[in-house]
């Protein structure tokens, strides 16, 4: 038998072979016995741990998850149902890809909110995806932040991103909170330590005006570096290295806020609880033009709440000086 003989021999067995194994791997994921355990390995190698009510629907056509609960350390995700849509390369690639992902009715309870809270926390840790993941397209109708000081509601949440390792990024997020719209993108990384990267852009209406502003964040965990910037009606400026600390408190030291009159140095803390908000500030104020009315020194507080109201609107703050 000649040399060419066999090469060609060789290529229709290997081409044969193909064909089947592709036959086979259709066959799997265009049936529901097949996608649910296909499925169910893949939530049992995430690092988070999630369980599902129900699973229906196929890989191939698009699989349906019923009553998702998601335990992690930061906190108990819960959703009605979830739809996922999957490209045709992932069943033959080492990634997930999801063409898209539909939401209902997402509920996140923060750990020291949720009843949960502790045993998400003490669940064991692993380390990142089993594979890449990329989403082109993910939308949830509602998601609901809850906690002990209320709930805030984010309607039209639409995103894309992908979670490779221990590194997820958000490269576009957009939606609407209390007649707020939000847009913008994120990272975090786990590698070594807990590192954030975050851009908020924001706009809606503040007493009858338009308000916009932009909100930036970036460090490792427990330190981050957070810069805002109130671009209308006003312009008002916030930076200050921020340390996380036991609950939702963040303690600004040093702290910079520069005002249209001049700029207030100093230190401060900022606690939030899901809709509720207050900041405390002892600062001093320097001015080249006039003098501040806190140019001696003393201490502000603000204090206000995230209704769920149609339209933004400025919130009352109080304020209290001493030398």
């Known amino acids: 038998m000649s040399a060419l003989r066999l090469l060609v021999l060789a290529i229709n ?3 044969g072979v193909a064909v089947l194994l592709i036959g086979f791997v259709a066959l799997v994921v265009s049936s529901e016995t097949g996608s649910a355990r296909i499925a169910g390995h893949a939530l049992d190698r995430m690092p988070v741990e999630i369980a599902v009510g129900g699973i229906d629907g196929t890989l191939a056509g698009g699989l349906v998850l019923e009553d998702v609960t998601l335990a992690a350390r ?4 819960k959703a009605e149902r979830a739809l996922l849509y999957f490209s045709a390369s992932s069943f033959f690639a080492r990634a997930a890809v999801l063409n898209r992902i539909e939401l209902r009715d997402v509920v996140w309870m923060p750990a020291a909110a949720g009843a949960d809270g502790a045993a ?9 995806a089993p594979l890449p993941i990329v989403v082109r397209d993910a939308a949830a109708n509602a998601l609901t932040l809850s906690g002990p000081g209320g709930e805030l509601r984010l309607h039209g949440l639409r995103a894309s991103g992908r979670w490779v390792g221990r590194r997820l990024v958000v490269d576009e997020f957009r939606g609407d909170s209390t007649g707020v719209a939000l847009t913008g993108r994120g990272e975090v990384d786990w590698a070594g330590g807990v590192s954030l990267r975050a851009d908020l ?3 809606g209406r503040s007493a009858g005006e338009h308000a916009a502003g932009y909100l930036s964040v970036d460090g490792t965990l427990p330190t981050l570096e957070l810069r805002h910037e109130l671009l209308s009606p006003a312009e008002l400026n916030l ?3 921020a340390a996380v600390g036991e609950g939702p408190v963040l303690e600004l030291d040093p702290l ?8 207030l140095t100093g230190r401060g803390r900022l606690a939030l609880d899901t809709t ?6 002892d600062a001093r104020g320097e001015s080249s033009s006039a003098p501040l009315p806190e140019a001696g020194g003393g201490r502000l507080r603000f204090s206000g709440q995230l209704l769920p ?3 933004w609107r400025r919130l009352p703050s109080s304020a209290a000086a001493g030398g």
């Not at 930061?74 to 995700?77: E, N, P, V």
């Not at 998400?120 to 990142?128: D, Q, S, Y």
């Not at 910079?256 to 700029?263: H, K, N, S, V």
């Open 13 to 15: 067995a290997a081409a």
């Open 74 to 77: 930061a906190g108990i995700g």
């Open 120 to 128: 998400a926390a003490a669940r064991p840790h692993r380390p990142g």
């Open 201 to 203: 852009n924001w706009a």
């Open 239 to 241: 930076r200050a290295d």
């Open 256 to 263: 910079a806020l520069d005002t249209d009159r001049g700029t």
């Open 276 to 281: 509720a908000w207050e900041l405390t500030l």
């Open 309 to 311: 109201r149609p339209e």
